[in-house]
């Protein structure tokens, strides 16, 4: 479960957006919607422990019973995925897998388990391929499966479809919305794009400008 409790985006004293309050269960989306501009991935960024310093973020979040308040970034167990794969260039599709997985076992066994999650999503056959050589959909899925396997206690969405066509989009959304129900994670998305937040979430939020 995540909680939102009074959620505000503040520069220089002055609050930005109206206070959000919200909780999301596990397996479900909560989409935030607005234009741009109007705060979404400052939101995303002060959950996650990076905002910048000109913003300040006030109110409550908690995951599972513990605020994430004052935690450093990586203690936050938060997954992101945006609308940029953001993979690294100069590992192949195997190694950016193995560099997000959970430390133990052998290197021939997680090297096993790299090859099926790329057989999950369709990608077997390619371990030995750099991220450049990659579609645009296969960039995609990779970067979902690259922040899953790091087992994230909940996951972040910033427009994380909006590079894509409308049949990958489409392939996105669902891949996406199931990998959730699966992992059984709280998940937030924030997006301006009406009919991905009518086909995710279980519940919208649109952001009110102050």
Not at 7 to 30: E, H, K, Y
Not at 118 to 129: V, Y
Request: hydrophobic content about 45%; glycine content about 8%; cysteine-free.
């Amino acid at each position: 479960m995540l909680e939102l409790v009074d959620l505000q985006i503040v520069r220089q004293q002055q609050p930005l957006i109206a206070p959000i309050t919200a909780s999301v269960a596990a397996g479900q989306i909560l989409a935030l919607m607005g234009p741009s501009g109007v705060g979404k991935s400052s939101l995303l960024a002060y959950l996650s422990g990076t905002l910048t310093p000109e913003l300040e973020g006030r109110g409550k979040a908690v995951l599972n019973g513990n605020s994430l308040a004052h935690l450093p970034p990586e203690q936050r167990h938060l997954g992101l995925l945006q609308q940029h794969p953001l993979l690294f260039p100069h590992m192949t599709v195997a190694e950016n897998l193995l560099f997000a997985m959970p430390k133990g076992g052998s290197n021939q066994q997680r090297y096993h388990t790299a090859q099926q999650h790329l057989q999950d999503i369709g990608l077997q056959g390619l371990e030995a391929r750099l991220p450049e050589q990659l579609s645009g959909g296969q960039q995609a899925r990779l970067a979902l499966m690259r922040t899953l396997v790091a087992k994230p206690a909940a996951l972040l969405l910033d427009e994380p479809f909006s590079k894509l066509d409308k049949t990958l989009r489409q392939d996105m959304r669902q891949l996406v919305k199931d990998a959730i129900e699966q992992a059984h994670i709280p998940a937030i998305l924030v997006t301006h794009d009406e009919e991905d937040a009518q086909e995710l979430a279980s519940k919208i939020i649109q952001l009110q400008a102050i």
